[in-house]
């Protein structure tokens, strides 16, 4: 606890606190920059009294806490981070993607969904080739063809006019200096965009990014966005109206429709017309340790909760919680860490292709999507994951691939939607002073979304990049008996997500115990689940449940993290009949946990090794 409590005085001195009144808010840039972020490098862990922000890059983290400091709200330091990601991580997230936000005010939990949506003009058949076959999966990402009407910014006005303590224009003062006046360029930056295929093919991305002989910017270089600057400017003068109409959603559409090779549908009316929505959150009973929890998550189009909720409903069912950690490689070569066992991960594995089976059935928007029974809490109705967990033998062999179940006596008529690749995202997870919590998980979809980057109209240089959103849809509508899939494209409908923003709380007294959540593509909903059962069921800290080896099934393969799983955990699973592939896996996980030292309340703060975040609080 030691190291925690010191980690909040280290935070202090990263932080430029504005001590001024909220109506004097005044954002000091700090001068420490990210840390390399390629690898696994450790972090300690944080903690605070007060209130605490978890966010993927530590200028955004350094933003919201000052917000915070400053007298603002979890809604409003969600704001400030977001807007500085779309500066310094716009590989993941930004103003022209999407979200989804979960809002806990500690009498009730609130869901808001900013989630892109298909345009009018869109159609089952728009990722569909010439000869009638699905295309290839980057032939429809790259272009104008797969960008969403983004939602980010109109969802997290809707959440500020409901709990925002700050003017909303001085949460877009942190961003906009550091537009104005520069960052500096991460090594995860850096790297990503030295790996990036697509980028390039785009001027205004390729002019931002890249150095004239065509390397990418340098680790550390100071790199300036006037154009998103300006952008930024009059969303903080006229909201996101300043976003979906005018000239920043011309230069939007202007972009999508005239891509050379591959243009979009998105148009004007689209954007004008986008509606964030607020939604009932999907909420479960769990136990861990004879203690009673309640996970809330995202209903769909999210897919997230509902997964969550039936890996570890399922789980439940097995002996799982009977079996403690082993040991594992840590991510530092020569190094040990504990790791789930070989026997757990059969059981955890078994649980997902379950789980998963029944969400490439079931799951869509629901304004276009049906649930199975009327309700999708038949889903995770207890009784129905105990009839899923029986399919499971515990001794082995593996099923390797499910199928879905039957939740309700109302057969559904969807067909299953075959796998495709998943990526992208951002996640955040504050906790203020009032009581308040947030988190919020943050898209733009594949690294770098459509590879379409506008600069608003502004003429100047730099921008922000557009999504993908729409390959979150199935390319084929239907299956081979021309049973619909559930998740196909329609006009207007908001695509399947994994994302999984989560809070976590007791049961009894309604308290706040967590609140968490990953990027990841589909692998969100493991990594989510991993540091929940860490937490609440073997008893670890945040930066603990983080720490330890991602794995996943996605109901095909295991997938365990490379280099981090002795050679007979392996093996063992491997005599089960699973098919194992060891892979990278680079979750960002960020937490925020209850706990105590000496008897003081505090809050404790985790960011994955895996990536550059930080966690800051008083």
């Known amino acids: 606890m030691k190291r925690l409590l010191t980690s909040v005085a280290l935070a202090a001195l990263l932080a430029a606190c504005a001590n001024s009144p909220p109506s004097q808010f005044a954002y000091n840039a700090p001068t420490q920059q990210p840390e390399g972020s390629s690898g696994f490098t450790p972090k300690p862990g944080w903690s605070a009294t007060k209130f605490a922000v978890a966010a993927a890059n530590p200028l955004a983290t350094d933003a919201g806490y000052q917000i915070l400091k400053a007298g603002g709200s979890a809604i409003d330091a969600a704001i400030a981070v977001q807007m500085v990601l779309t500066l310094v991580e716009p590989q993941s997230s930004g103003i022209g993607g999407g979200a989804f936000l979960l809002h806990s005010s500690g009498s009730k939990v609130e869901a808001f969904d900013g989630r892109e949506t298909a345009p009018a003009a869109a159609d089952e058949k728009l990722f569909l080739g010439a000869d009638g076959k699905p295309m290839a999966f980057y032939d429809g990402v790259v272009g104008g063809r797969s960008v969403g009407t983004p939602g980010t910014v109109r969802v997290l006005e809707m959440a500020h006019k409901q709990y925002g303590k700050l003017p909303w224009a001085q949460l877009f003062a942190p961003a906009i200096q550091l537009a104005d006046n520069g960052f500096k360029v991460s090594a995860r930056l850096n790297t990503l965009l030295k790996d990036e295929k697509y980028l390039k093919n785009d001027s205004t991305a390729a002019a931002y990014f890249y150095k004239a002989d065509g390397t990418p910017v340098d680790v550390a270089a100071t790199l300036r966005n006037p154009a998103l600057a300006d952008v930024l400017r009059q969303i903080a003068s006229k909201g996101s109206s300043a976003l979906m109409t005018g000239p920043v959603a011309q230069a939007i559409v202007t972009k999508v429709q005239s891509h050379p090779t591959n243009p979009g549908k998105l148009a004007l009316s689209d954007l004008a017309s986008y509606q964030a929505k607020k939604r009932e959150p999907i909420c479960a009973d769990y136990s861990a340790n004879s203690k009673a929890y309640r996970l809330c998550g995202m209903p769909p189009p999210s897919s997230g909760a509902i997964a969550v909720g039936q890996i570890l409903g399922i789980l439940n069912n097995t002996p799982a919680a009977t079996l403690p950690l082993a040991s594992g490689i840590g991510g530092v070569p020569g190094t040990t ?59 082995g062999p593996s099923m390797k691939t499910a199928k879905p179940g039957d939740p309700s006596v109302i057969k559904t008529s969807y067909a299953p939607m075959p796998e495709q690749p998943e990526h992208g995202t951002s996640h955040i997870s504050i906790v203020d002073s009032f009581g308040n919590a947030i988190a919020m998980t943050t898209t733009i979809e594949d690294q770098f979304g459509s590879r379409l980057m506008t600069d608003g109209g502004t003429g100047k240089a730099g921008g922000f990049l557009l999504n993908n959103e729409l390959t979150d849809f199935s390319f084929a509508p239907s299956d081979a008996d021309g049973n619909p899939v559930a998740n196909r494209v329609q006009s207007g409908k908001r695509p399947r997500s994994s994302m999984s923003p989560t809070l976590v709380f007791d049961k009894a007294s309604g308290q706040l115990v967590m609140s968490g959540g990953s990027p990841g593509g589909a692998l969100i909903i493991h990594f989510t689940a991993k540091t929940i059962y860490g937490v609440l069921n073997w008893g670890l800290m945040p930066q603990q449940a983080i720490d330890l080896p991602n794995f996943a099934s996605t109901n095909g393969p295991s997938m365990l993290e490379e280099k981090r799983f002795p050679p007979a955990t392996v093996e063992a699973l491997r005599t089960r009949g699973a098919e194992v592939r060891e892979v990278p896996m680079t979750s960002g996980l960020q937490a925020i946990t209850r706990g105590q ?16 975040g930080l966690v800051m609080g008083d």
């Open 337 to 395: 860490s504990p790791a789930p066992s070989a026997d757990w991960l059969h059981l955890y594995t078994e649980a997902s292709r379950l789980a998963f089976a029944d969400r490439a059935q079931y799951l869509g928007d629901p304004d276009f999507v049906t649930p199975p029974g009327g309700s999708w809490m038949t889903l995770l109705d207890p009784g129905y994951l105990k009839e899923r967990a029986k399919l499971i033998q515990v001794a």
């Open 597 to 612: 030292a000496h008897g003081t309340p505090l809050w404790l703060g985790g960011a994955d090794p895996r990536r550059e």
